[in-house]
């Protein structure tokens, strides 16, 4: 099945079985190895992307599903070269260890600072409820995104 | 190689449907795609209702609010709506998986899953919620309590879609409760929940009382004697442990491996004593 999307801000034409998971898509079709799988089920959040603004689970979502949207990876965080300010908190907070949820954790971390450019830690931790980390403890993880909200808000676009 | 059909309207939708009538249904797929994954369901062809507006809306009547079946539980937790009316609903929602699986997952699904520890279920059963079931060419409404039989499985027939939850406005409840137990705080199947909405006096007297469990029996668990206990009554921690002692002697949970039978048994009494919290 032929699909089309925007990924990353270009336009991406594919042709692939319609019930492959998004997941595997990006991974094994498109090289894009920032998506985690972590549970296949939707219980980790690791393979978190952006449909548009919002965070989805891309384990639970088929190919077919892809046709019209607009897709944000990781890999879609940093621009010409440059980490993304999020990217950089993450980095500076000592908020990644082996680094498996910091993709997802991104990805959620940046919708919810588009939508709450100033989250305090509660909100923060509710956001990330569905991103879990096995090394970090959270603290650094909230610190850093605590971090990036500040050195963002006042700037147009997170 | 399955088809997944991605249809943009309703009409297109029955289309579909009537083409390959095996077909099965998902909005977020958080229920199916993870049991298909774990080989429980077995599909040929798929239908992704997540693009049909017409089952996405959030209505207001004189009496009632509609919900369609296709909304997104991460939008019926933000909607004003349910905020001034159903808080009930609110709270549970809250409690529901995580906020990516609220994006997801749709009310309509967590119904027909009939899972008998879904979140939204106990309170819609306090809400006395009826469901609007749709075939191409007719229309029922059946209520919440008869439409789930046990764990996955409903009344609906073949040809049907759940196609919105009603609400009617009981302004009357002015206590709304609900609690979940589980093993951590998002992403945790209930292991037992309680939603209960009440007509408190301001001198604490019980007027009306709706209570409903969950994931102590193979669906949502009334209690007409527990219902009766409290009625009318002024509340009192006493009172409320009675009502304990008598839904402990009514109920007979699994052990699984979220939790054992007598866990649940004691807590399920347990989560009415927090109610006292609205004793004035």
């Known amino acids: 099945m032929k699909i089309t999307f925007m990924l990353n801000g270009t336009k991406k034409e594919i042709d692939t079985a319609a019930d492959r998971r998004v997941v595997d898509v990006l991974r094994e079709d498109l090289g894009l190895t920032g998506t985690k799988e972590g549970c296949g089920n939707g219980e980790c959040g690791a393979c978190t992307i952006l449909v548009g603004d919002e965070p989805r689970l891309s384990c639970l979502m088929l190919a077919a599903q892809l046709e019209g949207t607009d897709i944000t990876t990781v890999e879609g965080l940093s621009k010409d070269g440059a980490v993304h300010p999020l990217q950089q908190a993450f980095i500076r907070s000592g908020a990644v260890q082996c680094g498996f949820c910091t993709p997802g954790m991104l990805m959620t971390a940046f919708a919810l600072l588009k939508k709450n450019p100033r989250p305090d830690r509660d909100a923060i931790r509710e956001a990330l409820s569905g991103n879990l980390c096995r090394c970090t403890g959270y603290q650094k993880i909230v610190d850093a995104v605590e971090t990036a909200a500040l050195s963002l808000s006042g700037k147009e676009n997170p | ?280």
């Open chain 2, 1 to 280: 190689m399955r088809t997944v059909y991605l249809p943009a309207d309703l009409n297109e939708f029955w289309e579909y449907r009537t083409r390959c009538p095996q077909a099965l249904l998902y909005a977020g797929g958080t229920d199916l795609l993870v049991k298909m994954r774990a080989g429980k369901i077995a599909a040929d062809n798929l239908i992704c209702i997540e693009r049909i507006s017409e089952l996405q809306q959030v209505t207001e009547e004189a009496d009632s609010i509609r919900l369609g079946a296709g909304t997104s539980l991460a939008r019926l937790l933000n909607h004003p709506l349910l905020a001034e009316h159903f808080p009930v609903l609110i709270k549970a929602l809250r409690t529901l998986g995580s906020p990516l699986i609220r994006q997801m997952g749709t009310i309509g699904g967590n119904i027909a899953n009939a899972s008998p520890a879904g979140d939204t279920l106990p309170a819609l059963y306090v809400l006395s919620a009826e469901l609007e079931l749709r075939t191409a060419s007719s229309r029922r409404t059946i209520p919440i309590g008869e439409f789930i039989k046990c764990p996955g499985v409903t009344n609906l027939r073949p040809e049907e879609i759940i196609t919105a939850v009603i609400l009617k406005k009981q302004p009357d409840y002015n206590i709304s409760h609900f609690e979940k137990v589980g093993l951590r705080k998002a992403l945790a199947c209930s292991i037992v929940s309680l939603a209960a909405v009440l007509e408190l006096s301001p001198e604490g007297t019980i007027g009306k009382v709706r209570l409903a469990w969950g994931s102590v029996g193979p669906t949502i668990v009334t209690s007409p004697a527990c219902v009766d206990l409290l009625t009318n009554k002024k509340i009192t921690l006493e009172l409320l442990k009675a009502a304990a002692g008598q839904i402990r002697r009514e109920l007979s949970p699994i052990d699984d491996v979220r939790s054992g039978a007598d866990y649940r048994r004691e807590v399920a009494g347990n989560l009415l004593l927090r109610l006292a919290d609205y004793i004035p």
